[in-house]
């Protein structure tokens, strides 16, 4: 499922990443690689703060479409 509808405090394993090449290369700088483990910290107006690799990274909805967990 996409990360967009994962709970806040929820924590999850990325799965796959999709998109064109230039996003997929884009998140996987950010950290969202295969077997990485997100928490969504919260969530507003479809824009979500996301714990990933010791680190705080806000990403829109769309972004968040394309990150499977």
């Not at 394993?13 to 290369?25: F, M, Y």
Request: charged share 20%.
């Amino acid at each position: 499922m996409p990360l967009s509808m994962i709970q806040a405090g929820q924590p999850g394993t990325v799965k796959k990443v999709g998109g064109r090449e230039d996003t997929r290369r884009f998140l996987e700088n950010l950290g969202f690689v295969m077997g990485a483990i997100v928490t969504v910290i919260s969530e507003i107006n479809g824009n979500m703060i996301v714990s990933v690799k010791d680190s705080r990274v806000a990403i829109g909805k769309d972004m968040a479409n394309k990150i499977f967990v």
